[in-house]
T-cell receptor, first 113, second 109 residues
Framework: ETGVTQSPTHLIKTRGQQVTLRCSSQ?????VSWYQQALGQGPQFIFQ???????GRGNFPPRFSGLQFPNYSSELNVNALELDDSALYLC????????????FGSGTQLSVL | GQNIDQPTEMTATEGAIVQINCTYQ??????LFWYQQHAGEAPTFLSY??LDGLEEKGRFSSFLSRSKGYSYLLLKELQMKDSASYLC??????????WGAGTKLIIKP
């Protein structure tokens, strides 16, 4: 049990739609990062937030955006969905102190039809 | 560019020992993780190495050589539940995680 929860667990959308994925971290976990994992691949870094500000971004277009809230929850928003956006989306958090270990949520499986 | 290499798939027998290798070329190094991931589930933490040498934790051990850009995960007394993908990930100079594609480990009775 990592203390990180994601919702929903599964989601089906159609091309062109918008989606919001949610993550709730443990108290004191000020850093949250989001990853996209396609089938058979390792996770790809989307972006990271620290104390409600984005402080790192991977090679993803601007239609991928996020928010982090003071209550240790965060969102990943994807606009204008494309078929290739179908993947497992993982949220991971890290405490203010205590090293680099990431605590992962169980993910949201997004299917774009 | 940044690169993490792992074998795509390995097969081993229940009760045996298996070593999963990972080589990396990254811009900077601030540690290396091994995660286990069962199909359809999130990765779970196995080990973190930042200094050279062997870290042992029960049936699992992880080794790091920074000069060689090399790590391995050693699994002993294999159990059927160890069938999973094993992901190697390196923390780069920007403190971002660079992930390998994972090694799918198949355990046979």
């Amino acid at each position: 049990e990592t203390g990180v929860t994601q919702s929903p667990t599964h989601l089906i959308k159609t091309r062109g739609q918008q989606v919001t994925l949610r993550c709730s971290s443990q108290s004191g976990h000020n850093t949250v990062s989001w990853y996209q994992q396609a089938l058979g691949q390792g996770p790809q870094f989307i972006f990271q937030y620290y104390r409600e500000e984005e402080n790192g971004r991977g090679n993803f277009p601007p239609r991928f955006s996020g928010l982090q809230f003071p209550n240790y929850s965060s969102e990943l928003n994807v606009n204008a969905l494309e078929l290739d956006d179908s993947a497992l989306y993982l949220c991971a958090s890290r405490p203010e102190t205590g090293g680099e270990k990431l605590f992962f949520g169980s993910g949201t499986q997004l299917s774009v039809l | 560019g940044q690169n993490i290499d792992q074998p795509t798939e390995m097969t081993a027998t229940e009760g045996a020992i298996v070593q999963i290798n990972c080589t990396y070329q990254t811009s900077g190094f601030n540690g290396l993780f091994w995660y286990q991931q069962h199909a359809g589930e999130a990765p779970t933490f196995l080990s973190y190495n930042v200094l050279d040498g062997l870290e042992e934790k029960g049936r699992f051990s992880s080794f790091l050589s920074r000069s060689k850009g090399y790590s391995y995960l050693l699994l002993k007394e294999l159990q059927m539940k160890d069938s999973a993908s094993y992901l190697c990930a390196v923390v780069d100079s920007n403190y971002q995680l660079i992930w390998g594609a994972g090694t799918k480990l198949i355990i046979k009775p």
